[in-house]
């Protein structure tokens, strides 16, 4: 089942195309990931997905609804949740705090539900997010005293206190200690089976270990999508790409 498609979706800035007429789907289930050169649109193009830019043309489609001006925060509460690739927390609150107050953004989109939640669950929620991405241990600490990869994993445990339909990362492995690379992947894998995964990556080993399936963008279009077998095959991927 279809969970995500843009038909002929489109962003200028005044005379620059960053992205051009792109018709995307992505399935139920999936883990698909984005790849391409520096300057292909891959940013531009999953930000108009989240709403955080407006196309220029286009429309974007979510569970069969027409979402193409839907605000962010209601894309969220459809079930997008968003991870960027700049870090994006609360470095004053605890780490407990930041995933608290992604729960409670879940809870409150059912009114009243939130009015019915024990002190008791809402840990069990914010313990659960944490124990997922190995931070656990450090839930009392300052989020802005974590090195910079553990950071990262934080924005990840919010993000997964959404319960998101779609998950969307932007880079997640950037910043990540080679050593919490494997672990990560087999987080997404988990993931994968309660929510969709769209994510942007640099890292080839992670896409080829990771993707059901990779679109390739360039000059803000689609070059080729596939399985990762067939994108490491095709000779235009291979040009623009992977450098071959």
Same mark, same amino acid.
């Given at each position: 089942?279809?969970?995500?498609?843009?038909?002929?979706?489109?962003?200028?800035?005044?005379?620059?195309?960053?992205?051009?007429?792109?018709?995307?789907?992505?399935?139920?289930?999936?883990?698909?990931?984005?790849?391409?050169?520096?300057?292909?649109?891959?940013?531009?193009?999953?930000?108009?997905?989240?709403?955080?830019?407006?196309?220029?043309?286009?429309?974007?489609?979510?569970?069969?609804?027409?979402?193409?001006?839907?605000?962010?925060?209601?894309?969220?509460?459809?079930?997008?949740?968003?991870?960027?690739?700049?870090?994006?927390?609360?470095?004053?609150?605890?780490?407990?705090?930041?995933?608290?107050?992604?729960? +409670? *953004?879940? $809870?409150?989109?059912?009114? #009243? =539900?939130? &009015?019915?939640? !024990?002190?008791?669950? /809402? @840990?069990?929620?914010?313990?659960?997010?944490?124990?997922?991405?190995?931070?656990?241990?450090?839930?009392?600490?300052?989020?802005?005293?974590?090195?910079?990869?553990? +950071? *990262?994993? $934080?924005?990840?445990?919010? #993000? =997964?206190? &959404?319960?998101? !339909?779609?998950?969307? /990362? @932007?880079?997640?492995?950037?910043?990540?200690?080679?050593?919490?690379?494997?672990?990560?992947?087999?987080?997404?894998?988990?993931?994968?089976?309660?929510?969709?995964?769209?994510?942007?990556?640099?890292?080839?080993?992670?896409?080829?270990?990771?993707?059901?399936?990779?679109?390739?963008?360039?000059?803000?279009?689609?070059?080729?999508?596939?399985?990762?077998?067939?994108?490491?095959?095709?000779?235009?991927?291979?040009?623009?790409?992977?450098?071959?």
């Amino acid at each position: 089942m279809t969970l995500l498609e843009t038909r002929g979706l489109s962003r200028r800035y005044g005379g620059v195309t960053a992205v051009n007429d792109v018709s995307f789907r992505l399935e139920q289930g999936e883990i698909r990931s984005i790849i391409g050169p520096n300057g292909a649109g891959k940013t531009t193009f999953v930000s108009m997905i989240c709403g955080r830019i407006p196309p220029s043309g286009g429309a974007v489609f979510f569970e069969d609804h027409d979402i193409t001006n839907m605000s962010p925060w209601k894309r969220v509460m459809r079930g997008i949740v968003y991870t960027f690739q700049i870090t994006s927390i609360y470095p004053k609150l605890t780490l407990r705090e930041n995933v608290a107050l992604a729960v +409670q *953004r879940r $809870l409150t989109a059912k009114p #009243g =539900l939130h &009015l019915s939640l !024990s002190p008791d669950a /809402l @840990d069990a929620a914010i313990d659960e997010a944490l124990s997922a991405v190995g931070l656990n241990n450090e839930a009392d600490r300052l989020a802005g005293v974590l090195p910079y990869g553990h +950071q *990262r994993l $934080l924005e990840l445990a919010m #993000g =997964l206190a &959404l319960k998101p !339909s779609l998950l969307v /990362l @932007d880079e997640p492995t950037q910043g990540l200690a080679p050593g919490d690379i494997q672990p990560f992947c087999d987080l997404i894998r988990r993931t994968a089976k309660t929510s969709t995964i769209l994510f942007i990556e640099h890292n080839l080993k992670v896409v080829l270990d990771l993707a059901d399936r990779i679109t390739v963008m360039d000059r803000g279009a689609i070059l080729a999508e596939g399985t990762p077998a067939e994108i490491e095959r095709h000779p235009a991927v291979q040009q623009a790409y992977l450098g071959d």
